[in-house]
């Protein structure tokens, strides 16, 4: 494990390295890359939706079925072995946590099976996690971490957690206005709305601790989104940050589960190629303009004029409210699973590669995740010549 000269990150009894890797979808942190970012120290994340696309078996039972019932039974057992894989790989240290979106419809059955598989942590965010205290009642060991982008919407759950006798292990404060992925905004026009800067964010939380009657060492605060040097990091945990939480940076490592081409579409990202839109979960995302993604959005008004309920067109619900199935003119026309599972194979020309707006802390090129870790922690970089992914 790595040592770190930094105020360690205290979580349900473990003390840690103040590092949280970011749970990325589809199958982009799956078990070798979340089981080794935990067996350094820190806390690994497994995203939890659709990791059949992993298991070539699970893939070759359910890939041309429509049977939602079949898919999502069989996306547990995916889980579950991702889970059992990484916590081989981990070796007993760290934590491993399993991000779960509150806005997929499996999202209950998820938390369960996470908790049975042996996670340390469910981290949920895409939307309040405001029935995880009752989903996970016989699971007292298990972290849980609501990601969160704002003041008001930490107070929500604070309050709403409090009248359970339950207060979150930790929180993640997501920045909208620099991270990849569903931002916690409303809409386009509220990505960069000033309330979401971090230094705010914090200062707002720990004042509505004192209003609460929580202890500021009580509930750590994990800050991220545009996370990618060594400075940033000893800022924020100047102004009071417990840990840091990086998405991107992750996801390129040696040990990322994605497609060498996924890494290399994303490190070799310029600022011109990233653009924001709104996803079919009707949240703004942040992505690499990519072929699919730049003819999408030619059409997109269009698409959204002509937008109407329709069948679910891989088979299953994976979201809660779907701007394509449910007919939602004002969230994307496409069909997320699909667009991400080409991106995790790799495909560049068909795949959605989402993608933080910041630039990477080794540029373009692929390192591994100790290399990240020890830079992030002490400042120190490798030297930079290509390793290969």
């Given at each position: 494990?790595?040592r770190?000269?930094?105020?360690r990150l205290?979580?349900?009894g473990k003390?840690?390295?103040?590092i949280?890797q970011g749970?990325?979808?589809?199958?982009?942190?799956?078990h070798?890359?979340a089981?080794?970012?935990?067996?350094l120290g820190?806390?690994?994340?497994i995203?939890?939706v659709?990791?059949?696309?992993?298991?070539?078996?699970?893939?070759?039972?359910?890939?041309k079925?429509r049977?939602?019932?079949?898919?999502?039974?069989?996306?547990l057992?995916?889980?579950?072995?991702e889970?059992?894989?990484?916590?081989a790989?981990?070796?007993g240290?760290?934590?491993?946590?399993?991000?779960i979106?509150r806005?997929?419809?499996?999202?209950a059955?998820?938390?369960?099976?996470?908790?049975?598989s042996?996670?340390?942590?469910?981290?949920?965010?895409?939307g309040?996690?405001?029935d995880?205290p009752e989903?996970t009642?016989?699971?007292?060991?298990?972290?849980?971490?609501?990601?969160?982008?704002?003041?008001?919407?930490?107070a929500l759950?604070?309050?709403k957690?409090?009248?359970?006798?339950?207060l979150?292990?930790?929180i993640?404060i997501?920045?909208p206005q620099?991270?990849g992925?569903?931002l916690?905004?409303?809409?386009l026009g509220?990505?960069?709305?000033p309330?979401?800067?971090?230094?705010?964010v914090?200062?707002?939380?720990?004042e509505?601790?004192?209003q609460?009657g929580?202890?500021?060492?009580?509930?750590?605060?994990?800050?991220?989104?545009g996370?990618h040097r060594h400075?940033?990091?000893r800022?924020l945990?100047?102004?009071?940050a417990?840990?840091?939480?990086?998405?991107?940076?992750?996801a390129?490592?040696?040990?990322g589960?994605?497609?060498?081409?996924?890494k290399k579409?994303?490190a070799?990202?310029t600022p011109?190629?990233i653009v924001?839109?709104?996803?079919?979960?009707g949240?703004?995302?942040?992505?690499?303009?990519?072929?699919?993604?730049?003819?999408?959005?030619d059409?997109?008004?269009?698409?959204?004029?002509?937008?109407?309920p329709r069948p679910?067109t891989?088979?299953f619900d994976c979201?809660?409210?779907c701007?394509?199935?449910?007919?939602?003119?004002?969230?994307g026309?496409?069909c997320i699973?699909?667009?991400l599972?080409?991106?995790l194979?790799?495909?560049?020309k068909?795949?959605l590669?989402?993608?933080?707006?910041?630039?990477l802390p080794?540029?373009?090129?692929i390192r591994?995740?100790?290399?990240?870790?020890?830079?992030l922690m002490?400042?120190?970089k490798?030297?930079?010549?290509?390793?290969?992914?």
């Open positions: 494990m790595l770190t000269e930094f105020k205290e979580l349900k003390s840690l390295l103040p949280v749970g990325m979808g589809v199958g982009i942190s799956a070798r890359l089981g080794s970012v935990a067996k820190a806390v690994g994340t995203s939890s659709d990791l059949r696309r992993h298991h070539p078996d699970l893939m070759a039972r359910t890939k079925s049977d939602k019932e079949l898919i999502d039974a069989t996306n057992i995916a889980l579950d072995r889970i059992m894989a990484a916590r790989i981990a070796g240290n760290g934590v491993l946590a399993v991000n979106m806005a997929v419809s499996e999202y059955a998820y938390v369960r099976q996470s908790c049975e042996g996670a340390g942590a469910i981290v949920v965010g895409a309040l996690p405001l995880l989903l009642t016989d699971f007292p060991d298990v972290a849980l971490i609501p990601i969160l982008s704002d003041v008001r919407g930490i759950v604070l309050k957690w409090m009248r359970k006798n339950r979150p292990d930790a993640v997501g920045n620099h991270a992925g569903h916690g905004a409303s809409g509220a990505v960069n709305d309330h979401f800067a971090l230094p705010l914090l200062e707002g939380t720990f509505l601790f004192r609460l929580i202890e500021r060492e009580r509930i750590p605060l994990i800050v991220g989104g996370i400075e940033q990091v800022d945990f100047a102004l009071g417990s840990a840091v939480q990086l998405g991107t940076p992750f390129v490592t040696l040990e589960d994605a497609h060498p081409n996924f579409v994303l070799e990202a011109e190629d924001t839109f709104m996803s079919c979960a949240l703004p995302a942040r992505a690499v303009k990519t072929l699919w993604l730049s003819n999408y959005l059409k997109e008004a269009k698409l959204q004029g002509m937008a109407k679910c891989v088979g979201l809660v409210q701007g394509l199935r449910d007919g939602i003119a004002k969230a026309q496409f699973d699909t667009q599972g080409f991106a194979n790799g495909d560049v068909r795949g590669f989402f993608r933080g707006a910041e630039p080794f540029g373009s090129a591994s995740v100790r290399e990240l870790v020890n830079y002490s400042g120190v490798p030297g930079l010549q290509l390793s290969a992914a």
